[in-house]
């Protein structure tokens, strides 16, 4: 089964339910997700018997079923009337609608918790199935994810701070299918650094392949909702990454990420010598100052001779926005020079979207993305480490940038 309805179903749906308004459909599902308790119910009271309804060969057990008891409950569709079994000892206490529960919010939530996990909307099914023996429908499945839709909304346009310390930009790509086709897109996110020293994730846009055109609509919005300055951007490699940049915050300190130059530098070096060159760029931002590190990569460049020149030659390029780390504390350089943050992030949403081939659309990936960044910034509870320090030393950096208030808490 599809992870969403398909057009076909959906036009079978609304002719053998004659579905003409919303209303109608809401119904519907009302009356979908109410079955799927009651098989449900249905189901835990055969595994409390021992038998199935009617299967008297099987029976080893005095007990027997006793008709069912009329019981509404609230759920997020709404009130929902359901028939709870009972059997002759009255010692049945089902667990999916507990005897004194009047809410079974939590079955949605269940669902949505198992889609954030990677779970497909077969997998979800096929889960239920084994903890109740019944099928839920890929229709309600997804009607019932699709509540996460206005907490996306509200997440992504809510207000920020007014300053952040650093931020990390970087994308992530996915597959969607879109007109017929599947198509590589990128899920654009930015991680901040608040002056508290505590990461969140500022939001998560999809669009084309990556670009900067599309990065400086990102930053835009960013100014949109409220954030006024950035002290340092940290980047991967991307031409013309800077310019969007400045165009956006003209003060931000902009640091490209050496990570992504090492792998970029590696195209050209055979498998025998890449540890050599990685020793011997290491040595270039290892080194204590902008002067040394310059000074090393002459070096080196005269020791490669011709053979690696278009190494050296694009270190040169780049070198304003590689080298911007040397300005600030050791503390905040390994931070600043790699990308570490967000990509331990990606590293998240990809153990989670693995399983995904491709996305049936926008809305599916950007649900399952906020799902995911939900549950890993729940534990983004301390702020980085030696924060104090580094935030004394941004202070003297840039003293006209930093609130009174917030230095005098360095």
Known sequence: ????????????????????????????????????????????????????????????????????????????????????????????????????????????????????HGMSTRDIQDHLAGMYGVQASATLISHVTDKV??????????????????????????????????RKKAAYIVIGVDLNGQKDV????????????????????????????????????????????????????????????LRNSLRYVSWKERARICHDLKRVYQATSEEEGYAILNELENEWGRKYQPIADSWKRNWSELSTFFKFPPELRKVMYTTNVIEGFNRQLRKVTKSKSSFPNDESLLKMLYLVTE????????????????LAQLSILFPDRIPDKERDLA
């Open 1 to 116: 089964m599809a992870d969403i309805i398909s057009k076909e179903a959906a036009k079978q749906l609304v002719q053998e339910h004659d579905l003409h308004t919303m209303e109608d459909v809401n119904t519907l599902f009302k009356s979908l997700f109410a079955s799927t308790l009651q098989a449900m119910l249905e189901a835990e009271m055969d595994n409390h018997l021992g038998y199935q309804k009617n299967d008297q060969e099987n029976k080893e057990t005095s007990n027997r079923r006793n008709g069912h008891t009329l019981k509404t409950v609230r759920s997020e569709q709404g009130n929902l009337e359901i028939e709870v079994p009972r059997d002759r000892y009255s010692d049945f206490s089902p667990v999916i609608v507990g005897k004194r529960q009047k809410s079974i919010n939590g079955i949605e939530g269940q669902i949505i918790e198992l889609y954030a």
């Open 149 to 182: 839709l206005p907490l996306l909304r509200e997440w992504q346009d809510r207000p920020l701070k007014d300053i952040y310390a650093m931020t990390f930009l970087d994308a992530i790509h996915y597959k969607v299918r879109e007109d017929g086709a599947v």
């Open 202 to 261: 500022l939001g998560t846009w999809i669009g084309e392949n990556e670009s900067s055109r599309f990065w400086l609509k990102v930053l835009n919005e960013l100014k949109v909702r409220g954030v006024q300055d950035i002290l340092i951007c940290c980047t991967d490699n991307l031409t013309g990454f800077t310019e969007a940049i400045e165009a956006a915050f003209a003060r931000t300190e902009v640091q490209k990420c050496i990570i992504h130059q």
């Open 375 to 390: 549950q890993v910034t729940r534990k983004w509870t301390h702020p980085m480490a030696n924060w104090a320090g580094i």
